[in-house]
Nanobody, 127 residues
Framework: QVQLVESGGGSVQIGELLTLSCVASGITFSNYAMAWFRQAPGKEREFVVD???????????????IDADFVKGRFSVSRDNAKNTLYLQMNDLKPDDTAVYYC?????????????WGQGTQVTVFA
């Protein structure tokens, strides 16, 4: 049974930082590219960042749409294949970052569907 379990969310003030984790089980983690998405209340799910299997290619929304620079420079993704864990370090948090954050795994090429999703972890940023 495949599981992606996110953790590390919470309530923080503007400008603070959080680090999210996503632990994978039931898959060969190093065979999957991973990503973070988020969904704010009343909004559609939003792509945050994607990282390839070896971590050599990282894609942010601004790499696709130059105007979509809402996380680049503040958020950074990493992975530890030995620990089957994906991370998202979020610095200088803003109220607009308030959302449920999900990790996802894909076995195919970038731009394709994600095969597995976690249940999400809530991040709330308040003034």
């Amino acid at each position: 049974q495949v599981q992606l379990v996110e953790s590390g969310g919470g309530s923080v003030q503007i400008g603070e930082l959080l680090t999210l984790s996503c632990v994978a089980s039931g898959i060969t983690f190093s065979n999957y590219a991973m990503a973070w998405f988020r969904q704010a209340p009343g909004k559609e799910r939003e792509f945050v960042v994607d990282i390839t299997q070896s971590g050599d290619i990282i894609t942010y929304p601004s790499d696709i749409d130059i105007d979509a620079d809402f996380v680049k420079g503040r958020f950074s993704v990493s992975r530890d294949n030995a620990k089957n864990t994906l991370y998202l370090q979020m610095n200088d948090l803003k109220p607009d970052d308030t959302a449920v954050y999900y990790c996802a795994a894909r076995s195919g090429d970038y731009g394709g569907r994600y095969d597995y999703w976690g249940q999400g972890t809530q991040v709330t940023v308040f003034a």
